[in-house]
């Protein structure tokens, strides 16, 4: 049985952190999408919620009514409107043209096109969709920076047009509305959050992307079988390994539909405690020096992101929903 620890501590001591630099825990929209960036939902939303959170952001309804009794505020980030919005939830409206397709009186938060080009509306057609969405309850209304975590002019320039959208949006409506644009690496490039502000914390939680923060997740694998490797001997598919003197090793049950990266056997792709994986990964399976029953694969993603050339994100999102998860 591979095996999922998430640090509770740990966790806490990062949303801790970021609820002080945010300016109190009420002030966090927790991004929760993708299975909470591959931790796992279940586990951690208790957690978040018994700190103070009361506001989180998903990708879809099947995400949100995983949470609806947890959170009082749950944002949907990524639904493609069908007429039968739940009361419940809110929706971002990413597609101006997208109005008629909502159900009246859905709670949206509308998103900005502030230089992103991804989704939302522009700020020429502001007051035009303002008054399309009279339909709709408007209850928010944010921005997703296309480059928070790079120092160039990007950030400064989305932000003055959002701080653009806030004032016209200010002085055309009476509504008392939420704003957010901040991300994980926004705030923490940022002295302060605007005052007039929510920010949307996604990575940060989970200990990437910030210096003194702490992992929360680490993943075990679990022996299934060992042997003497001998000299000259080779492992696994296509022999990627040949062992130069005997060695015991062992194969342990995590492969790459568990979402990991498939190793293909070159270079040194290394465990957490610096002994390499030996020949390519199996589907369900790797091998390697036997390391006793209980291995740690990973404690810290950063190595393995490194290796395929990839970001954090997409190593931890990967980890297969079914790999069971405890808190410790
Ligand atoms: C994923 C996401 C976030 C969180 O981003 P992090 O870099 O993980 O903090 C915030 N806003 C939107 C719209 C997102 O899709």
Redesign the pocket.
């Given at each position: 049985m591979s095996l999922i620890k998430l640090d509770k501590k740990s966790y806490e001591y990062n949303l801790n952190q970021i609820a002080t630099k945010a300016g109190g825990f009420e002030r966090l929209?927790c991004?929760f999408?993708d299975n909470a960036?591959g931790h796992g939902t279940k586990l951690l939303a208790p957690i978040t919620k018994a700190l103070g959170v009361n506001f989180i952001?998903v990708r879809n309804e099947q995400e949100a009514f995983e949470l609806e009794n947890i959170f009082e505020n749950i944002l949907i980030?990524?639904h493609r409107p069908n007429g039968k919005e739940n009361p419940k939830f809110i929706y971002?409206l990413n597609e101006p043209l997208s109005i008629d397709q909502f159900k009246k009186h859905t709670r949206i938060h509308l998103?900005i096109d502030t230089n992103m080009h991804r989704n939302g509306v522009c700020l020429e057609n502001l007051q035009q969709v303002l008054k399309n969405a009279s339909k709709l309850r408007l209850e928010g209304v944010?921005t997703?920076f296309s480059g928070?975590?790079e120092m160039d002019a990007s950030f400064f320039i989305q932000k003055q047009n959002f701080q653009k959208a806030k004032d016209l949006i200010k002085k055309s409506t009476d509504l008392k509305l939420i704003f957010h644009s901040y991300?994980?690496?926004?705030?923490f490039r940022a002295t302060k959050l605007p005052d007039d502000e929510l920010c949307?914390?996604?990575?940060?939680q989970f200990g990437y992307?910030q210096e003194n923060l702490k992992k929360v997740l680490s993943l075990y694998a679990h022996k299934i079988s060992s042997r003497i490797l001998k000299s000259s001997q080779s492992i696994g598919y296509g022999g990627a390994y040949t062992a130069k003197e005997d060695l015991k090793v062992a194969t342990y049950d995590l492969g790459y539909a568990d979402g990991l990266f498939r190793f293909n056997g070159k270079g040194e792709l290394k465990l957490a405690n610096g002994k390499p994986i030996l020949g390519k990964m199996s589907m369900d399976s790797f091998s390697c020096e036997d390391l006793g029953d209980e291995i740690c694969v990973f404690n810290d993603v950063q190595l393995w992101a490194k290796f395929f050339n990839t970001i954090e994100?997409e190593i931890l999102v990967k980890l297969h929903p079914n790999i069971p998860r405890i808190v410790v």
């Open positions: 929209i991004v999408k960036y952001a980030l990524s971002a998103k944010f997703h928070a975590d991300n994980s690496s926004a705030l949307r914390v996604g990575l940060v992307g994100y």
